[in-house]
């Protein structure tokens, strides 16, 4: 099958080279695009220079810092267009180990639509995060999960594998959440579209170099979306129980 990763990109200069030979290690035959968004430290330059060396890698520059979600966005509708099977989305800063990609593909060929690499199943792990930081993220997910009543143990990891056929189904395109949260609105989707999920366990490491993008408003915008459609969900169960039983009527009193 053919496979497309795709890896946003903002100053990760000093992480793209050993991200992209790890990839043509690891799955060969897969195309990378690499999503740029204007990145300072050169990082759009660089890979295009490796690109040229290693082929079936693409960069798609963007004129400035446009978030998350509108990397994938950008990426994932051209990748249906072009035909290919699966889909894979990962950070470019090695936090995500490209070994473990086979394992995700994996998942699919066993039938599965989506293959999510979890920090947080048994198996899974973290490492060289500060204390405070695993907590935020546990608890984040655990909090997700219980409000949206999704049975996915991290909601916010953007190591991913889908089928295209499933991103058909959830339409990435028409989402508007930003970061991580862009990350839990598919999770959601997929769950409510009774999609096949599975979660792999995968090692977890900081970045290796650079910044982390993570920020606190990051988090209070995440946990503001999820309890919004959390209420959402619940009032459009309501309201959808209430007209099942207008529609079933009063029981009958016989005769």
């Known amino acids: 099958m053919s496979v497309l990763i795709v890896a946003p990109t903002y100053n990760e200069r000093d992480n793209i080279e050993l991200f992209l030979r790890g990839i043509r290690e690891s799955v060969p035959d897969a195309t990378v695009v690499v999503v740029d968004d204007n990145s300072p430290d050169g990082t759009g330059d660089l890979a295009e220079e490796l690109a040229s060396q ?55 060929t066993r039938g599965h639509d989506v293959a999510l690499g979890s920090r947080y199943v048994r198996g899974g792990s973290v490492s060289d995060w500060p204390l405070h930081r695993r907590l935020l993220s546990r608890w984040g997910n655990r909090y997700t999960a219980f409000a949206l009543r999704v049975p996915v143990s991290d909601c916010t990891t953007g190591f991913r594998a889908y089928r295209s056929s499933a991103l058909r189904v959830i339409e990435p395109h028409t989402t508007t959440a930003e970061g991580y949260a862009f990350l839990t609105e598919l999770v959601r989707r997929m769950v409510r579209s009774d ?61």
């Open 54 to 108: 290693m082929g079936m890698v693409k960069v798609l520059h963007r004129q400035t810092k446009m978030g998350l979600g509108s990397a994938y966005r950008h990426a994932m509708q051209p990748a249906l267009d072009e035909g290919y099977d699966i889909v894979v989305t990962m950070d470019v800063d090695l936090s995500h180990d490209p070994a473990a990609i086979p394992d995700l593909i994996g998942a699919l």
């Open 195 to 255: 999609l096949a999920i599975v979660e792999v366990p995968i090692h977890f490491r900081d970045r290796r170099a650079g910044t982390s993008k993570m920020s606190l408003r990051i988090v209070i915008e995440t946990m503001v979306l999820v309890t919004r459609w959390a209420i959402t969900d619940r009032r459009s169960k309501r309201t959808m129980s209430a007209h099942q039983g207008t529609r079933s009527g009063p029981p009958s009193s016989g005769s």
